[in-house]
């Protein structure tokens, strides 16, 4: 393969059966240059999976309903990037409601563990940091009801979402800490939870001088994200408003959502470094048919990862994080338009 210039390039594989592509994968090399460096500000990483063990699904993947009694595996996993081993605290919570009051149920508080250093070239090294059973009650158990499992750990939650999260704090260091949470939902279908595909709920409002649309995390602690959007807006008006046809509404949510979702999946990992919404975003985009396209939307995810440890001025960083956010919105826009047409 003739590489005329050093420099990055993208190895594409394509899968062809019966003249249709069936499958694809990209992957980057390095020709007489080296791969960039880890990002300094993102040397470590943690990762939550909880499966339901009573029924076998991955709730982390793929979020079904909880039933009064199932018994869920929570294992919070840390990767270590660094060539250095490194010591961290672990804090792990579920939000709960026990006799009618929210508390906080503590799985880990400032659990002590030592990373194992990475291995140079290498992606990291990862090591479990946590696995816990918890068996599920709501309401709270009845006297002579059968707690199936006395070995375990037991919480009483009210039907509807809660929220498991984790923070890792690396000791001695000034680095804010890495975060990550997943939600659960209690004898509630998710979907229905969050109010339809989306992640968040809309909410109109008439505000002049407003934008058009304006995502927010209220409040924060809840993981409850709202999507306001401004019916007072000139764009709105003519897409959405008394004249506007079906295509002009559907063009119109469709470039509300996209900008919604961007905010939704960047916004914790720049404020608190919590990947949870951007890894979700990243898995959604398995769904897109277009190989070709596929590969580039993860592509771009992943570069917006990596801009996150590589800004050293934020008027660059905001320079670039702009690009890669025009171009996932360009590519959920393509992938928009053809399941429209």
Same mark, same amino acid.
Request: charged content about 30%; aromatic content about 6%.
């Given at each position: 393969?003739?590489?005329? +210039?050093?420099?990055?390039? +993208?190895?594409?594989?394509?899968?062809?059966s019966?003249?249709?592509?069936?499958?694809?994968?990209?992957?980057?090399i390095?020709v007489? =240059?080296?791969?960039?460096?880890?990002?300094?500000?993102n040397k470590?990483s943690?990762?939550?999976?909880?499966v339901?063990?009573? +029924?076998? %699904?991955?709730?982390s993947?793929?979020?079904r309903?909880?039933r %009064?009694?199932d018994v869920?595996s929570?294992?919070v996993?840390?990767t270590?990037?660094?060539?250095?081993?490194t010591?961290?605290?672990?804090?792990v919570s @579920?939000?709960?409601?026990?006799?009618?009051?929210?508390n906080?149920?503590l799985l880990?508080d400032?659990?002590?563990h030592? *990373?194992?250093?990475?291995?140079?070239g290498a992606?990291?090294?990862?090591?479990?940091?946590?696995?816990?059973?918890v068996?599920?009650?709501?309401p709270?158990?009845?006297?002579?009801?059968?707690l199936?499992?006395?070995? @375990?750990?037991h919480?009483?939650?009210?039907?509807?979402?809660?929220?498991?999260s984790?923070?890792?704090?690396?000791?001695?260091?000034?680095?804010?800490?890495?975060?990550?949470?997943?939600?659960i939902y209690?004898e509630?279908? &998710?979907?229905?939870a969050k109010g339809?595909?989306? &992640?968040f709920?809309f909410?109109?409002?008439d505000r002049?001088?407003?934008? *058009?649309?304006?995502?927010?995390?209220?409040?924060?602690?809840s993981n409850?994200?709202v999507l306001?959007?401004?019916?007072?807006n000139?764009?709105?008006? =003519?897409?959405?408003? @008394?004249?506007?046809?079906?295509?002009a509404?559907?063009?119109f949510y469709?470039h509300v959502?996209?900008?919604a979702?961007?905010?939704?999946?960047l916004?914790?990992?720049? !404020?608190?470094?919590?990947?949870?919404?951007?890894?979700?975003?990243?898995?959604?985009?398995?769904?897109?048919?277009?190989?070709?396209?596929?590969? *580039?939307?993860?592509?771009?995810?992943q570069?917006?990862?990596?801009?996150?440890?590589?800004s050293t001025?934020q !008027?660059?960083?905001?320079?670039e994080m702009n690009?890669?956010?025009?171009e996932?919105?360009g590519?959920?826009?393509?992938? *928009?338009?053809?399941?429209? =047409?």
């Open positions: 393969m003739e590489c005329p +210039t050093p420099g990055k390039y +993208t190895l594409q594989l394509t899968v062809i019966n003249g249709n592509v069936v499958a694809s994968k990209s992957m980057p390095f007489e =240059q080296d791969p960039p460096k880890p990002p300094e500000r470590q943690i990762g939550i999976r909880i339901n063990e009573t +029924t076998g %699904d991955d709730l993947s793929s979020p309903r909880i %009064d009694g869920l929570i294992a996993t840390g270590n990037r660094d060539y250095r081993d010591l961290c605290l672990l804090d @579920l939000r709960a409601f026990v006799s009618g009051e929210e906080t149920l880990a400032d659990d002590e030592i *990373l194992p250093a990475a291995i140079p992606d990291g090294v990862k090591k479990e940091l946590l696995r816990e059973k068996q599920i009650w709501t709270s158990p009845r006297a002579g009801d059968d199936r499992h006395d070995d @375990l750990r919480v009483v939650l009210s039907p509807g979402r809660h929220r498991v984790a923070d890792l704090y690396v000791v001695a260091s000034d680095d804010p800490p890495v975060h990550a949470s997943r939600n209690v509630v279908d &998710p979907k229905a339809g595909a989306m &992640p709920r909410q109109p409002v002049a001088m407003s934008p *058009l649309c304006e995502i927010n995390e209220e409040p924060a602690e409850e994200w306001y959007y401004n019916r007072t000139v764009l709105y008006e =003519q897409t959405v408003g @008394l004249m506007g046809s079906m295509a509404k559907m063009a469709g959502c996209i900008e979702l961007l905010d939704w999946a916004l914790p990992y720049l !404020e608190r470094r919590d990947d949870s919404n951007l890894e979700e975003l990243r898995k959604s985009g398995r769904s897109i048919g277009d190989g070709e396209l596929r590969d *580039l939307y993860d592509d771009r995810i570069h917006a990862i990596a801009l996150c440890g590589f001025k !008027e660059e960083f905001a320079i690009r890669c956010r025009r996932m919105g590519i959920m826009s393509s992938v *928009l338009r053809q399941r429209m =047409q």
